[in-house]
């Protein structure tokens, strides 16, 4: 095994940060804290499998492209490995090997008995054809099929993928094992056994961290100004509900740039918008155009960044005027920034709790599936609000505890659950 470290990197990360060692930084803070031995924080620093692959793709023009696809696994102890595929050309091998690396805490920490992994391919998906990426997807599949399944690692949409890919790779599994096998992929389409309120997961999850947030303050959603970086699975459902709940959305924006509105945009209506305008937000009427380097800078109460990582950087901090962000995507505060903000009395909710509601429906999409019994939305909406809500408490429990930030206080949680299973386990041979 090689550490992703000492691995070339394929492109660089877009602040120049590397997000593998960030995300060892704060591993090994937790460990500090933990007072976890020096063997187990090894293990636990290591990705157990890292999996990069060719995939050939034939162009619509006849054209044949080379892409470059990894799959990393960071850590089994608890469960299969589970984790996103990303379509995103700033994908790299470091970025792979740190958001597994996320995967494997978040999953601990919400008490899911899964471990880490992510996938991901550099490209934009946006420059590819509905053909071209379906045979982008099987070939990708088709090479990471010993790699795979529901008992080993069960990938689930990230960045650029969505119910569309998990039906390719479900299919391009089971024709290759022979029968369907559902369960290799979460995410899914309805049809076939993908589980009600899975698309609006991962935005409503970061609903409810943010309604926890602010019930502790003697506040509620209603009328609290939210700014959106983002109008993607999450920002967008992360936008919709917030809208449904009352708060006031000033802003969202997405890879083609944002819109303001100071009243609050009208959500239903700009899901219209954009629909029928090619996903540009731009000239929504009774909104402005401004950047998303201006957008994280706005005055509000609460800031979702739910783009990609390192948005929030030391060159950005110091003019972040929101009193709580909500780590809707994965690292989008680099380390630095998240000391400032730390030091401002800044509430972050960090990403590990706050974006993990996608991974919670994948669970429960699952549980119904090995069941062979599935439920209506409220039940599904019901029992992740449950598990939302627990770890949400069981996190500002620690952190009080413990005279910690929240991020701590998470990671302290994650981290020592698997570096308890590691240690009850114990080490093979
Ligand atoms: N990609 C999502 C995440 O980063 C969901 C992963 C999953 O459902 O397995 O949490």
Not at 117 to 130: E, F, H, R, W
Not at 175 to 187: E, K, Q
Not at 327 to 335: K, R
Not at 339 to 345: I, S
Request: net charge negative; aromatic share 6%.
């Amino acid at each position: 095994m090689m550490s992703p470290s000492l691995l070339p990197l394929v492109t660089p990360s877009p602040a120049h940060i590397c997000p593998f060692d960030q995300a060892c930084s704060y591993l090994e803070e937790a460990a500090k804290e933990l007072q976890l031995d020096s063997g187990l924080l090894a293990i636990l620093s290591s990705p157990r499998k890292v999996v990069t692959v060719s995939v050939p793709v034939k162009l619509d023009s006849g054209e044949v492209r080379v892409l470059v696809g990894h799959r990393v696994q960071h850590c089994n102890i608890l469960g299969p490995y589970k984790g996103g595929t990303r379509y995103h050309p700033a994908v790299t091998l470091q970025e792979v090997s740190a958001l597994a690396m996320l995967m494997t805490w978040k999953c601990a920490l919400l008490g899911i008995p899964y471990g880490g992994a992510k996938g991901g391919i550099a490209l934009d998906p946006n420059q590819y054809s509905v053909g071209e990426l379906e045979r982008v997807t099987r070939r990708y599949t088709s090479e990471l099929i010993n790699d795979i399944g529901p008992a080993v690692d069960i990938p689930a949409p990230d960045m650029g993928t969505s119910s569309r890919e998990m039906a390719w790779m479900m299919d391009t599994y089971s024709m290759n094992v022979g029968h369907a096998v559902p369960g290799v992929v979460t995410g899914k389409p309805l049809s076939i056994g993908g589980s009600r309120g899975r698309d609006l997961a991962t935005g409503r999850g970061v609903m409810i961290v943010v309604r926890e947030a602010l019930a502790e303050r003697g506040l509620s959603l209603a009328g609290v100004r939210v700014v959106i970086q983002g109008f993607g699975n999450v920002g967008g459902a992360a936008a919709q509900l917030l809208h449904d709940a009352g708060a006031k959305v000033l802003a969202v924006s997405n890879g083609r740039g944002g819109i303001f509105c100071e009243t609050g945009l009208d959500i239903p209506a700009l899901n219209v918008y954009v629909a029928q305008n090619r996903q540009v937000l731009a000239g929504f009427p009774g909104s402005i155009a401004i950047s998303n380097a201006e957008l994280l800078t706005l005055p509000c109460d609460v800031l979702i960044p739910a783009a990609l990582e390192n948005q929030i950087t030391e060159e950005n901090v110091a003019r972040v005027q929101a009193t709580i962000v909500a780590e809707a995507a994965n690292g989008p505060v680099t380390l630095a920034a998240d000391r400032a903000l730390e030091a401002r009395g800044v509430t972050v909710l960090p990403d590990i709790l706050a974006n993990a509601g996608g991974v919670v429906v994948s669970y429960l999409e699952w549980v119904q599936g090995l069941s062979y019994v599935f439920w209506d939305e409220e039940r599904v909406n019901q029992e992740m609000e449950g598990l939302m809500v627990q770890a949400y408490r069981q996190v500002t429990h620690q952190a009080k505890l413990r005279q910690v930030p929240l991020r701590l206080a998470a990671y302290t949680l994650g981290v020592g659950r698997v570096a308890q299973a590691l240690a009850d386990r114990g080490l093979y041979p």
